[in-house]
């Protein structure tokens, strides 16, 4: 019937017979140059249209602020001193010391690598400045909160596992721009461009809006992906930051990236995502970071909002009970 | 780049500025290989390199020179490479004086002109007298054309006879090339760089180190460069200092070695090689001079000498089949090939001439193709006053660009300076195709052609500039079909009969066939040559650019090549055609030791098959194929044959790496730092304070900021460099018209350190006002650590970053204020580039005023400087001090 | 959906569909929207594609062009290409909307002395204008001789300043045809 | 032991975001909770006999629904395409299984309701033969739209619960109890209000029993809840709209106990009743929003959660992992 938790193979889940494997991204941001061919590659494949105020956004080189209903990528721009990469040095260590059991089937690789506290962790040089960079995509989770939520069936799982908004379905109804943990999707509102005021007299046209008022996020380029072609902000990336296949080869190399970063003491490392067990089972694009998510404006321990849906039916079921009773009550005691 | 070990960037943001072409140092890096950044700003490079080293802007040779003085202390240079490819034991003439000696100048400066007089540069000959320059007869003392002098020589450098050069293989005699060198670079330490560039000694060992490391037999080191390095007054002594340090480490002609000049625009390559520039001709034969070129035999005898090692002693054949290519059947032996028919140049023509020859109404017609001036050329104001100047201007672009639409709503007519209805310029704008509505072929940075498919016909008016400049050529030849008048003979027998598709349109690769040249007579006449090598100068060859001859071998279009990458070995010479003869690494003969065998196993490239006698390996060799590694031909042979078996660097005149560069440089054999025209900063090294050489113009409207030590300093104390953003192209003109682009970079900003936006009150994200002696634009401030103060010459230097994508206008998506606006032009004398990456400001919080407010700011800080004409633009800063004659020195009246 | 509903069977309703695939919490096949079982790239759909080159920087990356009815419909990384292997930047990605920009100029325009506006112009007139006065200007600012009595037969009245986006071959023709007519004063963005 | 989360965010902005729904989902939130409790009350005089609470029960709980249903729709990005909303049924959508709720509630609604306006016209409604199939379905129709009464009132709190929105989330195990207490009292607010006294008297304990259960889930959710979640309801407009709901409930509870029998004062307490519940609606809604617009409601809560199943040794869930 379908789980609400924990690991599964999302596509199989959706009964969908002929399955492929599932797909994804894994997002290496140690390499990434911050370029932003990840977003132009989007729009230009979509027809997105351009949206924000024209005005710089305060927050380094990065003046398109969130992923949203015209942005499917976003580059985050972080940065940072020294002090605070030893911090995110320091977290990753303690993340490492978790003495966690190697995730999964024991990879090739040894045992846990040896505790790594004592390893000199601070590279010949350590950087008193550092730059961070990620671009930032939907996550197509395996329990996809979007999706559960969607009362007209426009949010649906791909035979590929990945999750996608079908325009001709959806009534804009926005329950999804709620349900989703990492706040990706959203509802392209009309207004795309408000061009500062005293632009007012530039004539500059902009492409006509398509799909006003429906819920918008990244497809992973299902109608490419029908056609075998690669994704296409994984084809433009130039350092294959976004790097685009099955999804368990994807945590493969992402774990086998985490591994050798550690080893050069680049401990500040980690994975997001990658983790089955975690809130939503585990996400379709895998990510490597080297601070803490919420540095980048990832939810720290997100968690499919479906998961307690079972207890949520169960207390209504009891309030509507009381509710029931309270009306019998009052009807009886009003004739005895 | 993929090979190599060790990748210095300096000089350019590869990362942001050529980010595809980076993920080959993104794959050297995951190889193990290390990327340093040298740079002013922590940039989009740094932040994936593995070291960031902050420099000052403009000191890039006091870093350099130091490397070069770290290696040749250290002993760490690459001693068979040395002595075997370059030509650090050649004997160096006894007149010569270094820099050491002259307090910053070389022997043979002539303040009058301001240029050099090289003979005292020459190689020691035999008996002691000096290889001369034939065919040019004694030329010694000023000459008129002196000051032109660097761009008269085209590639190859002027003709040097090679028969007797001297050399000591022992590298003793003070005279050779490497204690000269050596010498030079005593005095540039660790500690002169910290004082200097404001780089701490321990990043500049961790430098040094690591380039060392990574040179030798097994492992090689990878320059790259761009603007950063050419736009300073000084800029090709940058690059020079860079080929001295990567020769004395044998870093050249070998895989993941030599210098890579990244180049800025799709086919700027392809705009030098078949250039449409003032001072060359297709194949980067210099343009004829005045005085020096006036006839056939002089233009030849002076550019390459028949007694001269190498492939440019067959200069004449290119040249003639160049002639032969344009005026065909007109062009015949009586009358020198109709070599008459080619203008003459007096003096350096560049386009910041142009534009004082537009101020001074010397200049009617202005063709802008492509090209957005107004927003990026140096001194904004300056190229626009000068379009106002101008009878008619026609401007072909895809987008209504400010340099199209300035006399509507330019800068100037906000500030009052022109009123729209006094600018009697007609304005002609011709909307231009895209690069998908014209089949034609760019040649990318790495001399690759690559050929561009037709995938749809142009919309509505558009046209590609192949059909423009054709139909402009039949018409101006039909208006003057009758003409008898003999200056109308070279229009009247070119050779502008191309054939043409349905649409009337001439067939590009028709003209590409000519470009490649053909056979005119004997058995196979009209077929195409496949070599430069088969070029005659009797006539009976064709060819339109010598250096790309091959590219239509045998009839087939091999820019079209497109066998995928993966189908062939990682040099893909299947992949498009490179010039010279789809060779895809130069020199690569230096890549085998002297006896042919390759350096190391890892660093195998190109070797000498014993048993086919042949040179053989991944590339085209670039050597004559056949010529064995111990062969000495006869030294009274010249050109090819005349190449040694160990003679790499086959276009020089001895074969050889020139660590010495006796001519062919107009400011000097060796590079030497000198402070730019503008700065801070007093020159540590030597008394001279700027380039001596350097091009200057003394105007009231190019008035210099008054540099350390003079009065007035201290109103521009901060030092600015422009640069560009990935998101952006140049001038805006194909970003900033597109809403995908504009909206990741929307305004114009500059980028300031905290503790200058402490110092000077800018607030973070607020306006501020940047102030040069030519004009002053607003911002918006970023307040970052990336932009770090540096500690030069006893005083905190601040620098300022200004990206210049932006321009006044009404047309684009977003616009802003220009940052070249506040540059003025002093050139670069050998290549004239203007120095856009190092000058003076200031900068206070706050929008810039509007209206004629703007000019009286900028007045009222030219007279708080006290800057005038002659500010920043003596040649000579102390001629006593200098061993000048004090009675001669004189500003240069220009 | 529910009005599209009557004509096709009563079987499409996806609640009915649920139960039939068994995909009783209709994620997948069950709600797929006849357009979404149709989906396809315009990649696919498009009636030619080209190789070209991107127009930007100098690295030379690949590109491929696709076209239909006559128009660019996409232009995405050629992975051929050794050099760039079908990666783009964010301007060679954006070029498809370089081609197809609306802020676009496809018309000729001219401004006469003095005038505040633009007008139009059609493309031969232009042409022809800019012919007569190329001749014009040049015979007015013609040098047989500089005042040293040398031969330089050259104007120093026209001038060109050249983008370096310019094909060889257009490269060719203009040092040609500007050479032979006397204009020594040409260049472009190398310089720059 | 549990590392005091110190708070970093990416400049400030929103982690999750807040969904785009206007003030018409706060009216609906209401409105269901009236109609909900109005069917109710229309079938409790349906079977005991007082056919004025019965009428005006069945016509409020009719009106109530068709405005709800209204402003639900105009909230719509696309309003033509509303009826999608049941081209599925999927269990878990709680606005899916709503909008069968709300249909199915409706039809009954209806049927009774136009019973009730045939017979206050007396029977001047162009019904012709259908009217004796109305009158024998009316009954029936009354049972049927109270059966959906109950869950029509209460699957809104679900449908805020299933969010990942701070505050709803965080509140999802006592959300139904408040909504339902809130219907309850706001019902039985409008029936003292539509009904004499006299037949009231059941509206007027079911409001007090409303009451009860308000002010009771109430402090239990906000108990509950982590208390940086909560704070979004103790601030701000939702904070002041909260609080006033609060006094209001405590008035009209007291006026309905004390002096319910009195016309004047049932009218009053219905009134303070009904504002109660329609504040406690707005404000717990307003609350969601602003906890969704400020990241720190987002990352807090979820880190402290996280420290917590550390600290208690399960380290293998967390999103992020070293390997």
């Known amino acids: 019937m379908g789980q609400l938790s924990g690991p599964t193979d999302p596509a199989a889940d959706a009964h969908w017979e002929h399955s492929h494997p599932r797909k994804g991204f894994f997002t290496d941001t140690s390499i990434c140059i911050g370029c932003k061919a990840c977003e132009v590659a989007c729009k230009e494949w979509n027809h997105n249209p351009q949206d924000g105020n024209l005005e710089l956004l305060e927050s380094s080189y990065d003046n398109t602020g969130a992923l949203g209903a015209s942005t499917w990528r976003h580059v985050a721009f972080v940065e940072q001193g020294r002090e605070r990469i030893a911090e995110a040095r320091e977290s990753g260590r303690a993340l490492v010391n978790l003495g966690m059991p190697p995730i999964g089937p024991p990879s090739a690789a040894p045992a846990i690598a040896p505790d790594l506290a004592e390893v000199d962790t601070t590279p010949p040089d350590t950087a008193d400045f550092r730059w961070l960079m990620s671009s930032d995509v939907c996550k197509h989770c395996t329990h996809a909160g979007c999706l559960d939520v969607c009362p007209t069936g426009a949010l649906f799982r791909t035979e590929f596992g990945t999750v996608v908004v079908q325009d001709d379905v959806c009534n804009g109804c926005g329950t999804c721009v709620a349900g989703c943990p990492f706040g990706v999707i959203e509802r392209r509102r009309d207004g795309t461009v408000a061009v500062a005021a005293e632009r007012e007299d530039q004539h500059a046209q902009h492409p006509a809006v398509p799909n006003v008022g429906i819920a918008q996020k990244c497809t992973l380029c299902y109608d490419r992906l029908v056609a075998d072609e690669t994704p296409a902000c994984a084809k433009a990336c130039p350092t294959t930051s976004i790097k685009f296949g099955d999804h368990d080869d994807m945590v493969e190399t992402a774990k086998e990236r985490v591994a050798d970063l550690h080893a050069q003491g680049l401990t500040e490392a980690r994975l997001y995502g990658a983790n089955e067990l975690d809130g939503v089972g585990g996400t379709g694009s895998v990510f490597l970071l080297l601070d803490e998510p919420e540095v980048y404006g990832l939810p720290p321990d997100p968690r499919v909002p479906t998961a307690d849906l079972p207890t949520m039916y169960r207390r209504a079921g009891v309030a509507v009970v009381g509710m029931v009773a309270a009306a019998a009550l009052a009807f009886l005691r009003g004739r005895a | 780049m993929a090979n190599a070990d060790c990748i210095v960037i300096q000089g350019s943001n590869m990362a942001e500025c050529h980010p595809v072409g980076f993920q080959w140092v993104a794959e050297a890096k995951a190889r193990g290989a290390k990327v340093i950044h040298v740079d002013p700003r922590f940039t989009r490079t740094s932040a994936v390199a593995d070291k960031h080293i902050p420099i000052r802007a403009g000191s890039d040779v006091v870093l350099l020179g130091a490397l070069i003085n770290y290696v040749i202390t250290n002993d760490l240079w690459f001693k068979e490479y040395v002595s075997a490819y370059t030509n650090a034991a050649t004997l160096v003439h006894d007149d010569y004086r270094d820099a050491e000696d002259l307090g910053g100048l070389f022997s043979g400066f002539d303040p009058e002109t301001g240029a050099y007089d090289k003979a005292s540069w020459a190689y020691a000959e035999g008996e002691g007298g000096t290889i001369d320059e034939p065919g040019a007869g004694s030329e010694h003392g000023a000459d008129a054309s002196a000051r032109a002098a660097g761009h008269t020589f085209g590639s190859g450098g002027p003709a040097l006879e090679h028969a007797q050069v001297q050399r000591d293989d022992t590298l003793q005699d003070p005279r050779t090339v490497f204690q000269i060198v050596k010498r030079h670079y005593a005095r540039y330490t660790p500690e002169m760089v910290q004082d200097m560039c404001g780089i701490e000694v321990a990043d500049f060992e961790y430098l040094a180190r690591t380039i060392s490391e990574n040179s030798g037999r097994d492992r090689t080191t990878c320059f790259a460069y761009a603007v950063g390095w050419t736009q300073h007054s000084l800029g090709t002594q940058f690059i020079r200092a860079a080929a001295i340090l990567q020769l004395l480490l044998g870093n050249v002609g070998r895989p993941g070695s030599g210098i890579m000049a990244l180049r800025g625009h799709a086919s700027i390559q392809g705009s030098t090689d078949i250039p449409t520039l003032f001072n060359l001709l297709p194949g980067y034969l210099p343009m004829p001079s005045a005085g020096r070129h006036d006839t056939l035999g002089d233009y030849l005898g002076a550019i390459a000498s028949k007694k001269q090692k190498g492939y440019w002693a067959d200069a004449d054949a290119y040249t003639i089949s160049l002639l032969k290519a344009w005026w065909g059947e007109a062009a015949r032996e009586e009358n020198d090939w109709a070599y008459d028919y080619l203008p003459r140049l007096t003096g350096a023509h560049g386009t910041y001439e142009t534009v004082m020859g537009m101020l001074a109404d010397e200049v009617e017609g202005y063709f802008l193709l492509g090209q957005n001036p107004a927003v990026g050329s140096a001194h904004g104001r300056m190229q626009r006053l000068g379009m106002s100047h101008l009878k008619w201007l026609v401007v072909r672009d895809l987008n209504l660009i400010e340099s199209a639409t300035w006399w509507k709503d330019g800068p100037e007519i906000e500030s009052g300076e022109l009123r729209t209805e006094d600018i009697e310029t007609e304005v002609f704008f011709l909307p231009a195709a895209s690069h998908v509505e014209k089949a034609g072929s760019f040649t990318q940075t790495q001399r690759l052609l690559q050929w561009r498919h037709q995938a749809v016909a142009p919309p509505g008016e558009c046209q590609s500039e192949l059909q423009f400049f054709f139909e402009l050529g039949q018409r101006i030849r039909e208006k003057l079909a009758g003409s008898d008048d003999e200056r109308d003979r070279p229009l009247l027998d070119l050779t502008w009969d191309y054939p043409t598709d349905e649409h009337g349109d001439p067939e590009p690769e028709a003209v590409l066939a000519e470009i490649n040249g053909r056979h005119l007579d004997g058995p196979d006449a009209g077929k195409p040559l496949s070599a430069y090598t088969e070029l005659r100068p009797d006539g009976s060859t064709s060819a339109g650019c010598w250096i790309y001859t091959g590219v239509y071998a045998d009839g087939t279009n091999h820019a079209a090549n497109r066998k995928p990458g993966r189908e062939q070995g990682p040099a893909a010479p299947e992949w498009g055609w490179a010039w010279p003869a789809n060779r895809r690494i130069l020199y690569n003969r230096a890549s085998a030791d002297p006896q042919g065998k390759p350096w190391s196993e890892r660093k195998k490239y190109i070797w000498w098959d014993e048993d086919q006698r042949r040179w053989v390996g991944d590339d085209v060799p670039d050597f004559p194929v056949d010529r064995a590694p111990g062969s000495q031909p006869d030294p009274a042979l010249g050109g090819p044959a005349a190449l040694s078996g160990d003679d790499p660097f086959i276009m020089q005149a001895d074969g050889k790496g020139w660590l010495f560069a006796p001519t062919g440089l107009v400011d000097g054999p060796l590079p030497t730092h000198y402070e730019a025209q503008e700065s801070p900063v007093a020159n540590a090294l030597y008394t001279q304070q700027q380039s001596p050489a350097r091009l200057v113009f003394p105007r009231p409207d190019n008035l210099s900021a008054p540099s350390a030590g003079s009065s007035g300093a201290d109103v521009y104390p901060y030092v600015f460099t422009t640069y560009r953003l990935t998101e952006h192209h140049t001038a805006g003109g194909m970003s900033r018209w597109l809403p995908y682009l504009s909206e990741l970079q929307p305004e114009m900003f500059c980028e300031v350190s905290p503790e200058l936006a402490a110092e000077r009150g800018l607030e973070p994200y607020g306006w501020a006002t940047i102030i040069s002696p030519r004009s002053a634009i607003e911002a918006k401030v970023i307040v970052t650590e990336r932009m770090t103060p540096l500690a030069v010459g006893g005083h905190t230097v601040h620098q300022i970053g200004l990206p210049y994508h932006w321009g006044v206008g009404k047309n684009a998506v977003v616009s802003g204020d220009a940052a070249n606006d506040l540059l003025g032009v002093t050139l670069d004398p050998n290549v004239q580039i203007q120095e856009s990456k190092v000058a003076s400001c200031d900068i206070r919080p706050g929008r810039r005023p509007r209206g004629a407010d703007l000019l009286a700011l900028v007045a009222e800080y030219q007279a708080r400087a006290g800057t005038t004409i002659e500010t920043g633009n003596r040649a000579v800063t102390d001629p006593a001090a200098e061993g000048i004659d004090p009675g001669t020195d004189s500003t240069m009246e220009d | ?192 | 032991m549990v590392p005091e989360p110190e708070f970093t965010s990416y400049y400030g902005r929103p982690v999750v975001k807040p969904a785009p729904w206007g003030d018409d989902v706060a009216v609906y939130l209401f409105l269901g909770g009236v109609a909900g409790g109005s069917a109710l009350l229309g079938l409790g005089g349906q079977l005991t006999g007082r056919p004025t609470l019965r009428r005006n029960a069945r016509l409020s709980a009719l009106a109530a629904v068709s405005v709800g249903a209204v402003a639900l729709v105009k909230d719509l990005g696309r309003p033509e395409r509303f009826l999608n909303m049941l081209r599925t049924f999927k269990v878990t959508s709680p606005m899916s299984v709503g909008s069968w709720i709300l249909s199915a509630f409706s039809t009954g609604t209806a049927v009774s309701a136009v019973a009730e306006i045939d017979r206050l016209s007396n029977d001047r409604l162009p019904l012709g033969p259908l009217r004796s199939v109305l009158r024998a379905v009316e009954g029936p129709a009354g049972f049927e739209a109270a059966l959906f009464a109950g869950p029509l009132a209460a699957y809104t709190a679900v449908l805020l619960g299933d969010t990942a929105t701070p505050t709803w989330n965080a509140g999802h195990e006592e959300l139904p109890f408040v909504f339902v207490s809130s219907a309850t009292l706001a019902s039985a607010g409008l029936a003292m209000i539509t009904t004499p006294v006299r037949e009231a008297g059941p509206a007027r304990t079911l409001g007090a029993l409303g009451v009860v259960g308000e002010l009771i889930a109430m402090r239990v959710m906000e108990h509950r809840m982590d208390p940086v979640a909560a704070e979004p309801l103790r601030q701000g407009k939702a904070g002041a709209m909260l609080k006033w709901s609060e006094r209001l409930v405590a008035a009209g509870g007291a006026g309905t106990l004390l002096a319910g029998r009195s016309r004047a004062v049932a009218v009053a307490s219905g009134l303070s009743l009904l504002a109660a519940s329609a504040l406690t609606r707005f404000g717990v809604f307003e609350a969601g929003l602003s906890s969704a617009r400020d990241p720190r409601y987002t990352i807090e809560p979820q880190k402290t959660r996280l420290a917590r199943r550390r600290a208690a040794g399960i380290t293998d869930d967390s999103i992020t992992t070293a390997g």
Not at chain 3, 127 to 140: K, L, P, Q, S, Y
Not at chain 3, 161 to 175: C, R, S, V
């Open chain 3, 1 to 192: 959906m529910l009005r599209n509903m009557a004509p096709r069977s009563f079987l499409q309703w996806p609640v009915v569909r649920q139960v039939r695939t068994g995909d009783l919490l209709g994620r997948g096949p069950s709600v797929t929207s006849p357009r979404t079982k149709a989906i396809g790239p315009r990649t696919a759909t498009a009636d030619r594609v080209v190789q070209s080159v991107c127009p930007y920087c100098a690295v030379g990356c690949g590109q491929r062009v696709y076209v239909k009815d006559e128009k660019v419909v996409q232009i995405e990384g050629d992975p051929d290409s050794p050099i760039s292997r079908g990666r783009l930047c964010p301007k060679g990605s954006a070029s498809e909307q370089l081609v197809n920009s609306p802020g676009r100029q496809t018309r000729v325009l001219y401004r006469a002395p003095r005038s505040t506006e633009w007008e139009h112009l059609d493309l031969a007139t232009a042409v022809d204008m800019i012919a007569d006065r190329f001749i014009e200007t040049r015979r007015r600012t013609w040098q047989q001789e500089d005042e040293a009595g040398r031969l330089v037969r050259r104007t120093m009245g026209i001038a060109s300043l050249g983008g370096a986006t310019l094909d060889n071959e257009e490269n060719y023709l203009i040092k040609k045809l500007f050479t032979a007519a006397g204009a020594v004063q040409t260049e472009n963005q190398a310089r720059i």
